[in-house]
Structure formats: C-alpha cells, structure tokens
C-alpha cells in the first residue's frame, strides 16, 4: 500500500512565519526528506510561489490583501498619457514580488533579481499618502476601510489597499491593479470640465483653499505639511497644465503674513535657481482673496495626462545604499561612488545644498530632492523644488521668535560649487530686500542676511 503524504499544515505554518526558504531549508524544518517537501509543495498547488530553478529554488506562500486577491498588475502611464503593463504584483507571506512585463529594469536585475522585497516595494512605498494633504486623504479612507487615521501609521496592505482603491493621481507614473487604472481613465476624459481656466484663478483658489483646510480632498496626495492642494488649469483651450498650490491663511496675523513672505521667497528662489542654470519648476504668485497663493507646476505631468516617474531621495538611499546619508551633500558622493549618480548630477545636488544653505532652508530633508525614475541607471535630476528660507517658517504653536542666520563655512567636499552657490545666494537675498510685496519686517531680516553672507563669502569665496 502507498505511504501517504504528511500533513499539509506544517509546511504552510512554515512558509507563513518565516517566508521564501529553499527545499533544503523547509526539509531541515519539516525534518523531512527534500523530495517529500516537493511532493508536498506539488500540492499545495498554485498557492505556492517558486522562485528561481532547479536547486537555487525557493518557496513561498502567496496570500491575500483584504479583499483585493492576491496578484496585481502594475501599469506606467507615458508621457503621451497611455498606459502599459510594466509588471505584476504578488503579496507573500514575509513580504511582496515583483515580476517585470518584459525586460528587467537595470536596477532589479543587479539589486533585486529574484523581484523580492520584504515589505511593499520602495516605488510603491515612494506613493504613499503623505503631508499635508496625505493625512486628509487618511481620514476619508480610514473611516471606510478601517486603516489608522494617520497615514505615517499605516501597514504596507492599508498602503496597497489605498493604491489600489484610490492610486490613480500619485506621484509620479505608476498606477496598481484595474480599478485605479480606470479611475484614471476617467479622470483623462473628464479633464476639459474639472480643469480650472487660467483667468478663473483668482476667483476659485481662494475656494480651494477653504475647502481644503476643512479637510475637503482637494487633488490627490503631495508631500509636505504647507497648506496645499491640487488642480488642473487649462493655459488656454486645449492645453492644460498640473499644478501644486500653496496658500497662506486669509486671516491677517503676523503668523499668516510669514507665511505670505516665505512662498513669495520661495517663487523668488526657484527663479534665481533658473538664471544660475539649476532646473526649476515654474511658479507664480497669486495674491487673491486675502491670501497668497504660490501655484509650482507639476514635472511628473506633462499635459495634466502624461506622466514621468519620480523618485526621492531618501527612496533612492533606502533601496540601493547600505546606510542613508547625513545630508544631500554626502548623499551625492555616496551615490556617485556606486554609480546610481552621474558626476555631473552629483555636482548639482552639492551646489544645491549649499545654496539652500546660504538661504537659510533647514528643511533639506531627504524627500526634497528626487530623481527620474525609470529601468535604467544612472538615475538623474528631476527639477529642484521646495527651496525657500525655512528657518523662519513659523512654529506648530505659531512660534515667530528671533531666528539666527548662521550660514555653514564650505566643507572639503563642496569647494568647488559653494563660490557659484553663494553668487546665487547673494542674488537671493538682494532680491528679497528689494520686492516690496514681502513684509518690511522681513525685509529688514534679509537684509541682515545678505551681510552674513558677504562677510562670509569674503572669507572663503
């Protein structure tokens, strides 16, 4: 008589608390031979993930997110606004895989060849709702699918379920499984009747605005905890433009009235970034209904429906360095030695932490710089951005206390960019003294500025 298999609970339990181990590895845990463990596997059937051939197998159990199954494609939208198939998605007990349509991205092939990850891959973590507007997006989705109402507390099935449901005007080109991908199709077709005119600025910002600070979705999720939203603005018929706007409170307060300066000071930093060859966003100011709106064009959109991949930062350190950076400056060299960066793009990222430096931005964090994200190394610049003098942002209590200027000396590794940083600096501030739509209060301040700066550039430029 044929002997019969063991029970099957074991290897699931197995595969369930320690994730894709080889033949070998679940006999050894099993205490089973290697080909009863591939009867075993046999039948458990398509439940189960191989991954590699022959010896180099491994095995995992592939499992549900909530109610959405298990295996998802993943989509690119062009720049012409059409979508392909990149790839597929597959939740595992111990993390997620990835499998690409067609051929391997660089990038997977020499850090990620099997497509593992042990948690949502980092260019679906990169999308996450996040900021400002992330946390009123959190509200809405929580109180209907049961996640955290704060998105920073979210596990990587809330972040899926949330793509998944609702991903179809991320950052970035990516879209996940066929209900966003047909929200966004519908969004494409219904583009001429939301868009806003350009004329009609003026009057339905300021709506915005207020919709937005009653937590009202307003756009979909964009990093950064400034008071934003998000919208379409057709230039003039038939060409529309994606946008980011920022706004200051209409209630008059010395509090509002910095923020007023610091978007203004932020319009005129990515201006001198432009004439000093530093690609830029376009902004523009808008002063309307008591408020100061600084509207930054969207670089991952092209014609509201086209998209271009992005990737931050802190992602970039996170997936390919084995230790983050301290600070864009050695982040540059970081990813210029193993190559995900080009010299040239290393230089820029050096000249623009110095310049945000001189400006008196403390809030160069990892987020506030990103790269283009597609299958091929190296990686390069998306235009700089969120470049403004927030060492005088107020504090969450409104804090507006005497800040100090106390600009850096040049370090070793940025002796050749910081000269040209600090011409740009100078332009800066010498710009902020002069427009008379900044408070004089903080007029006075860059002026005060702008002697710290010279006396330190006379020094070391």
């Not at 993943?74 to 012409?80: F, L």
């Not at 915005?208 to 756009?219: F, K, P, S, W």
């Not at 994606?242 to 610091?262: G, I, M, N, T, Y």
């Amino acid at each position: 008589m044929a002997r019969s298999l063991p029970d099957l609970r074991p290897l699931t339990l197995v595969l369930q608390t320690q994730g894709a181990l080889s033949g070998r590895a679940l006999a050894q845990a099993l205490g089973l031979s290697e080909s009863t463990v591939t009867r075993l596997v046999r039948r458990l059937g398509t439940v189960v993930e191989r991954i590699g051939s022959a010896r180099s197998s491994r095995y995992a159990l592939r499992r549900a997110v909530r109610n959405f199954g298990e295996r998802w494609p993943v989509y690119r939208v062009n720049a012409d606004g059409r979508a392909r198939a990149w790839g597929n998605l597959r939740a595992l007990h111990g993390g997620f895989r990835f499998e690409p349509q067609d051929a391997a991205p660089a990038w997977l092939r020499s850090e990620y060849p099997d497509g593992l990850f042990s948690g949502l891959p980092f260019f679906l973590q990169e999308i996450r709702p996040q900021g400002y507007v992330g946390r009123a997006i959190a509200l809405e989705f929580a109180a209907r699918y049961g996640a955290p109402n704060d998105p920073r507390d979210w596990n990587d099935d809330d972040v899926l379920s949330y793509l998944l449901v609702e991903g179809d005007d991320l950052p970035g080109d990516l879209i996940v499984g066929d209900r966003a991908m047909e929200r966004a199709h519908r969004a494409a077709e219904n583009l001429p009747s939301t868009a806003i005119a350009n004329d009609d600025r003026s009057r339905l910002y300021p709506e915005r605005a207020t919709a937005a600070q009653r937590g009202q979705l307003v756009g979909s999720s964009a990093g950064g905890e400034q008071p934003k939203f998000l919208t379409n603005v057709e230039r003039q018929p038939g060409e529309f433009q994606s946008v980011l706007v920022k706004f200051s409170a209409a209630e008059p307060s010395p509090v509002s009235q910095r923020w007023a300066d610091l978007l203004l000071c932020e319009h005129l930093a990515a201006e001198t970034m432009r004439a000093h060859a530093i690609f830029t966003p376009r902004t523009e100011i808008i002063d309307a209904g008591g408020r100061r709106f600084l509207e930054v064009e969207r670089f991952d959109r092209l014609n509201a429906i086209g998209r271009r991949g992005v990737i931050s930062l802190g992602t970039l350190e996170d997936a390919f360095l084995a230790q983050p950076s301290f600070d864009w400056s050695a982040a540059a060299v970081m990813l210029q030695q193993e190559d995900w960066i080009s010299s040239h793009e290393a230089r820029s990222l050096r000249w623009i932490w110095c310049f945000g430096n001189l400006i008196a931005n403390t809030d160069m964090h990892r987020a506030n710089a990103s790269f283009w994200f597609g299958d091929t190394r190296p990686f390069t610049l998306t235009p700089f951005y969120d470049m403004l003098p927030m060492l005088y942002a107020p504090g969450s209590q409104g804090d507006l206390s005497e800040r100090i200027f106390f600009p850096r000396p040049p370090a070793s590794t940025v002796t050749d960019v910081w000269p040209g940083a600090a011409a740009a600096a100078r332009l800066f501030w010498t710009r902020v003294v002069a427009d008379t739509r900044i408070s004089n209060e903080f007029r006075t301040t860059a002026q005060a500025n702008l002697g710290v700066l010279l006396r330190l550039t006379d020094r070391f430029a």
